[in-house]
């Protein structure tokens, strides 16, 4: 079963996995491997042509595109900032409640640079060009948790953090995630060990799934990669 095709290439397949409320669900493995690809058919930026995709049992094509995506908070490899305050690209499109926006921005490890900047107010330039790359992730995880969503999705999303600013937040993203589900790819072992289900990626299928333990003892990739960290 193929589950998704760019053109004429064959990117996904043989991908199956089930996700519960309140379990974080990780993807790792090669780039080019196909978890980004996954990310984008759950939240629809592309459909895919075979299979299925079910949330709470009802398969997301049959859901309007808004209402989807209201249900899914997504920080993407690649972060949309653009030109207008801190709290206008916290809330994105949503109303600005100061309030909500400082604790996510707390919780998100940014409102300390923030407050450096001049506060929620303070200008981000188009594509955040007045911040670092990190600084950028920390805003697009604070837009996440603003949004607040059953389901929260996260791609390398840390990526450019040092391993205290990455510890910190997630340990803050526990508040929102009670109950919820988390999507996470991630490279840090630190990062995914945790996860209730582990999925390893290897041109575009899923070559071994499990928890931290079990993939111990039954991937060697997993082994290999616990070996590199
Ligand atoms: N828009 C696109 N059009 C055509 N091919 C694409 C597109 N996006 C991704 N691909 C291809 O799909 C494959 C899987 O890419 P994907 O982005 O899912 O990998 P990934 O596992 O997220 O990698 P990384 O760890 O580098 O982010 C790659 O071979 C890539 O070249
Ligand atoms: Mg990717």
Known sequence: ???????????????????????????????????????????????????????????????????????????????????????????????????????????????????????????ILQFGNNLSGGQRQRISIARALYKNSSILILDEATSALDNSSERKILENIKKYTENKIVITVAHRLSTISKANKIAIFAKGKIIAIGNHEELLTNSNEYKILNQKH
């Open 1 to 123: 079963m193929y589950l998704f095709l760019f053109g004429e290439n064959k990117i996904l397949s043989n991908i199956n996995f089930e996700i519960k409320k309140g379990e974080t669900f990780a993807l790792i493995g090669e780039s080019g491997g196909g978890k980004s690809s996954v990310l984008n058919l759950i939240i629809r930026f592309f459909d895919k042509n075979s299979g299925e995709i079910l949330i709470n049992n009802i398969d997301i094509e049959q859901i309007s595109l808004a209402s989807l995506r209201e249900h899914i908070s997504f920080v993407s490899q690649r972060v949309y900032l653009f030109n207008d305050s801190v709290a206008k690209n916290v809330a994105y499109g949503d109303e600005v409640d100061s309030n909500r926006v400082i604790e996510a921005l707390k919780n998100a490890d940014a409102f300390s640079f923030v407050e450096d900047m001049g506060g929620i107010n303070a200008e």
